[in-house]
């Protein structure tokens, strides 16, 4: 705020820092030391009185995130990047599902997110009385989509065949096939079911299916082991 110079004698003057003043305004000053001098001529006589005023910076509140989209259960690195000083005292608010969800340094803080949503991220800063604007930063946080349930539908000899429930909002699936532990193939299906063919009897077969979206995140690991069988021989009783 602006302060209007004045002292126990009406007519004295004020200079601020050399400079003819009749207000002391903090915002135009700036941060540092600034002078006052107040004169009072009576006749031959002249007096002054002098203050020393210091006027605080204020503390900038700037906020710095990792990254602006996450999914559900993943995390960020908030951390400021004002230029404060030592004796700052940092007020973040990290908005709901956060863990953890505020705090009170200047960071790096990793935060992790268990809901959806769009996330406001505040931060204020105080130093030596002195509070700084609110900075915000925006985080999407966007939901996953629930983990496939594969299951060994069918076996014999030489293949096998996989099914799982659809799962809502998933365009398709990630699917990865391992054979006795170590053949490897990948693939995306559109379909809820998965053959595996061209095996050998006594085979392993391990199935993990991701099912993923243009918009939700992809899911958890959904995993399945079958083993190829022999076949029920056909007897005839006549």
């Known amino acids: 705020a602006i302060i209007t110079l004045s002292a126990t004698e009406p007519t004295a003057t004020f200079t601020v820092n050399g400079v003819s003043a009749v207000n002391f305004n903090p915002a135009s000053l700036g941060a540092g030391s600034h002078t006052i001098v107040a004169t009072y001529t009576n006749g031959p006589c002249s007096y002054t009185d002098t203050e020393i005023i210091t006027i605080a910076a204020t503390p900038v509140a700037d906020i710095n995130l990792s990254v602006t989209i996450i999914c559900v259960n993943e995390s960020i690195e ?59 930063e925006t985080l999407t946080v966007i939901d996953q989509l629930a983990t496939p349930n594969p299951d060994c539908t069918y076996a014999n000899e030489n293949s096998v065949v996989f099914g799982w429930d659809p799962v809502p909002g998933a ?68």
């Open 78 to 136: 908030a951390f400021s990047t004002g230029s404060n000083g030592p004796t700052a005292s940092f007020n973040w608010q990290f908005d709901a599902g956060a863990n953890p969800l505020n705090a009170n340094t200047v960071g790096p803080h990793t935060v992790t997110y268990n809901t959806a949503g769009n996330k406001n991220i505040t931060l204020v800063v105080t130093e030596n009385g002195c509070v700084s604007n609110t900075a915000s």
């Open 171 to 238: 365009n398709d699936y990630q699917v990865t096939i391992i054979v006795n532990g170590s053949d490897t193939t990948v693939d995306v299906t559109t379909n809820t079911t998965y053959p595996v063919d061209n095996l050998k009897l006594g085979d392993n077969i391990t199935i993990i299916v991701v099912a993923q979206s243009a918009i939700l995140c992809a899911s958890e690991l959904g995993q399945a082991d079958c083993q190829t069988v022999p076949c029920t021989p056909l007897n005839f009783d006549l």
